[in-house]
């Protein structure tokens, strides 16, 4: 029976992965996910799972990457300059083709920065898993309810392609209440996998999990591997939500805590007059190119909205290809754009015309 | 064949082979490393305690990275100085494997400190074989934290100094103090006479993980010819000279035969 909780945005992603069957959780404090660790070492053990502290990010990732090895669904969580020090982590848990979840609860950068909301990190997620041809599949829900949803689907999805999976969200999302509703706990699925060490390898071929390929063209071929995995991910685990105006003339794309200042705007500016209509990517990496493609062939114009200097705006951009103009709104370094600021830029956009050249 | 040489073979008997826990790949090592006679010491602890079904080698970043082609088990590769780290990982979800790391100076005393500390100070259920040669020789030669005070390497081509490269760190003597640690002890391969008692510390690092007592670790003063500038003799005399002094060989932590430090004495 599900049951209805009012729960903080960390507490969701924590329980949402413990009702995904991870029982192994590796971290480190860091503001503002210090929830997550909190409240995995408190009901990990409920279930016989393992909570860490690690000494450090770097040690963190290296355990999740061997406790991934041996076929457990693990978790890591962390807020940016964390996850900056789990890329090599990262990119050895690419090339080496074991899954995890990686949850990164964005604050304002760069450097030590501060703990405000920001989505400073979209590169660092799509682009990064350190060095290497290698990415992390990236998602970024956009509620509390949605935090819970998708840490498990994160699982499967990490599963499926033996690869990192990303869960970005922000200090908003990470520190809000909202009604969030509850699975019952699954049980973890069986460690042993043809490919994962440990157990008794007396009764199999010994497995051996690596990422170093001396041979470049064996190199080039596990790269295309992982390439051809993104490939799928792109035709079967690409999510994104749209609302609003059916025939819009305004596209706005905004993903996470943005999306959801977003949604009041396109609300306000529809009844003011102006047709608008939202797509909110939940999937970042594998992004939603087509679809933006189509959109941009028919409205007059795109607004960006992200907190961030102009990151998420180069997919769209790139998606886009010069069909029709794409314009940035953002905030930076913790600070929000709030619904009367979109609202505002919109009916602004729908008074400047003609937007394309038709 | 002819039935003659069929009688010869079968009256011929085994007294010395390759361990079981050790492929048949062709190690890489150069002529007069020292990492073949570690590798095949722990195999052949492996071996003796009847473990090579339930062992995990974590093969680590140096000269030895290719370990888990040469240990018949199941193993990984870890990112330079992280094997603790990954041992932890796997440990904490197989606590019925045998897991132990094979690190050199460079992966466990310069970038990978943090992990071996920690690792000891959680009285992490694992064994570390630390191979100190006083040199990064995979990436040819460079100054290693364990470099001696005047050695010559390629990065300190006048020798060592206090004033440019510090002090040469002592990994046991700073880890005696970590109550986390089962078994600690420094050996060598550098004469026939300390190859047994490696072993028997090897074993009793393995035993100690076997029984559950905590973190255990065995460095073992190693040879680098190639870097070192020495013919492999020489590299061995080198090891009794020079090194030793320096890393004296002792039993610095022995909780498996309750023997406590200095049980073993010092060689
Ligand atoms: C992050 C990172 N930095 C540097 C290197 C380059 N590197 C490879 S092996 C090594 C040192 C190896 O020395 P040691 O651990 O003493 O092993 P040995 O080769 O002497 O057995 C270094 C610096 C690397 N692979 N990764
Ligand atoms: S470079 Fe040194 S440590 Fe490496 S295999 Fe050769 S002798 Fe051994
Ligand atoms: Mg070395």
Redesign the pocket.
Known sequence: MSKRVLLRGNEATAEGAIAAGCRFFFGYPITPQNKIPEYMAQHLPEVGGVYLQAESELAAINMVYGAAAAGARVMTSSSSPGISLMQEGLSYIVGAEVPCVVVNMVRGGPGLGNIGPAQSDYWLATRGAGHGDGRCLTYAPYSVQELYDWVGKAFEIAERYRAPVMILADAILAQMMEPCRLRPRAEPPPLDKPWTIGGDSSTRHRNIINSLYVDHDEMEEVNRRIQARYQQAMRDDLYYVESGADDPEILVVAYGISARVCETAVERANQAGVRCRLLRPISLFPFPSARLAEWAAQVRRILVVELSMGQFVEDVRLAVEGRCPVELLNRTGGNVVTPEDVTTKLLDMAAERPGRNE | MSETTHIQLDNLQVIYKKPDALTDTPM????????GIAHRLVAEVIDELGIKHRTITIASV???VYAYEYFDTDAIQAAHGRAPAVATGIKRVRPDNIVFTYQ?DGDLAAIGLAEVLHAASRAENITVIF?N?A?F??T??QMAPTTLLGQKTTTTPTGRSVERGGHPINICEMMTCIPGVAYLARETMAAPKYVNRAKRSIKRAFEAQIRGLGFSLVELV???????GLRPLEALKHIEEKMLPQYPLKVFVDKVSGAGEGGEGNA
């Open positions: 890489r090592y150069c002529p007069g490393c020292t990492h140096g000269c030895s050199g191979i040669n040199v020789g995979m040819q030669g190693s040879s680098c010819p190639t870097w070192w």
